[in-house]
């Protein structure tokens, strides 16, 4: 490559860069100065230069780095706008002794930019392919002093304990007790924590030796490798038209299931829904945290549609199942935008199920929608139910026990409007 054409790749990463980072300040991810200099500083290229500058500097998506022999991501450098916003969530300051969980470079190098040369960075990744990429463009791009360290991060890495801040750039079924033992009274964790099968970007504090959530959000990240990772387990059914993927519990005796979709449907309308503009997170994770047997629903549309008895209405992907029922829930449009929650049932008690389903849709209608979604605690494995708060739902982990509540929104269940009354969307 000639100077004048490395020169114009550099000019347009830097114009790349600034335009994303301009987005997200625009849109309210980046709110904070330290950040908005530290993504501006980083040469997000430097840690993907097998790719495309435009793919690189997308703002929403992630650039896989490595895939298994089956295609799927085991390593990838995150969305600027997922990074970003772990970012603000940790609150990293200057000086602080930060952890990486899952490496890949990039973040490493925004994490060195926030606690300055007074600060130490450590990430930790069990991929020796993945740390040795990644040393190599820490170094290239002027990151050198990031400690990189080929493990896995179940046990944390005990010698460079404590941390003021743990990150996880990875997703997490479960919480291993090293990333709280090593994190310092007061200090935060932010981890990607996949329940029921849905992942929030959840950011903790430790308090009294517990970890207590106060924000999270909804993304995606590539799963945790080692003695973390965790299997969900499927049953495909209708012919391979319907699979139900189980992240816990998955029912005892699946063959009760066998041609449920055989049967007729029984379809309630819940007479709930969302505002316009409004996302889904809150809603999965209620029936995800209200309904035992919950699972999330994969439909093969091109199987549905060549089934002798496809599956009616536009599945959203949660459904519950319940000895041997199924139920899930469908979007239907009235006049214009509008659109309301339908309720499909099938088996032998479909229509209990059903209405079972569309009554937690509701209460999510009238105590939840607009709220601040669920709170998190951790405890530990071993505690015992009698010292755990009262609360929705608790998750039973390996390691841990996770104790979900649901604040209520400050505006009240009387000031709303039904479904009906207001439009609706995804």
Known sequence: ?????????????????????????????????????????????AFAPEAEL?????????????????G??????SAPHAQ???????????????????????????????VGPSGRVVTVDIDEFVTSRASRFLTEAGY??????????????????????VLVTVGAWDIPRAWCDQLVAGGRLVVPLRVMGLTRTVAFEKTDGLLVSDSSKLFGFVPMQGAGAHDSVELTLAGGAATLVFDENPPADPAALAGVFDTDPVV????????????????????????????RLVV??????????????????????????????????????ELTLDVHAYGPDAAHLAETVAEELRVWDRDHRGGPGPRFLVFPAETPDTELPAAERVIDKIHSRIVL????????ASDRQSVHQQPISQ
């Open 54 to 70: 435009d793919a690189v500097y997308h703002p929403w998506n992630g650039l896989v780095t490595k895939r298994d022999t089956d």
């Open 300 to 337: 093969d549309r091109a199987a549905n549609e060549a089934a002798d008895r496809p599956l009616g209405g536009i599945p959203i992907g949660l459904a519950v199942v319940e000895g041997g029922s199924v139920a899930y829930v469908a979007n239907r449009r009235l006049d214009g935008d």
């Open 144 to 165: 050198s002093d990031v400690q990189v360290v080929l493990a896995d991060a179940e046990a944390g890495v005990a010698r460079f304990a404590p941390f003021d801040r």
């Open 405 to 412: 509540s649901w604040p209520r929104p400050a505006d009240t």
């Open 72 to 77: 799927r991501s085991l390593s990838s450098l």
């Open 268 to 295: 309630i309308d819940s007479r709930a829904g969302l505002r316009m503009g409004e996302p889904w997170a809150t809603l999965q994770m209620w029936l995800a945290t209200a309904l035992p047997g919950f699972c």
């Open 84 to 114: 970003a916003h772990m970012l603000e969530q940790a609150r990293i300051e200057p000086g602080m002794n930060v952890l990486e969980v899952g490496s890949g470079g990039m973040n490493a190098a925004y994490l060195a930019e926030l």
């Open 1 to 45: 490559m000639t100077q004048s054409a490395s020169t114009s790749v550099d000019d347009q990463a830097v114009r790349l860069r600034n335009q994303v980072v301009d987005e997200l300040i625009a849109n309210g991810t980046i709110t904070s100065p330290a950040i908005e200099a530290a993504m501006r500083q980083v040469p997000r290229e």
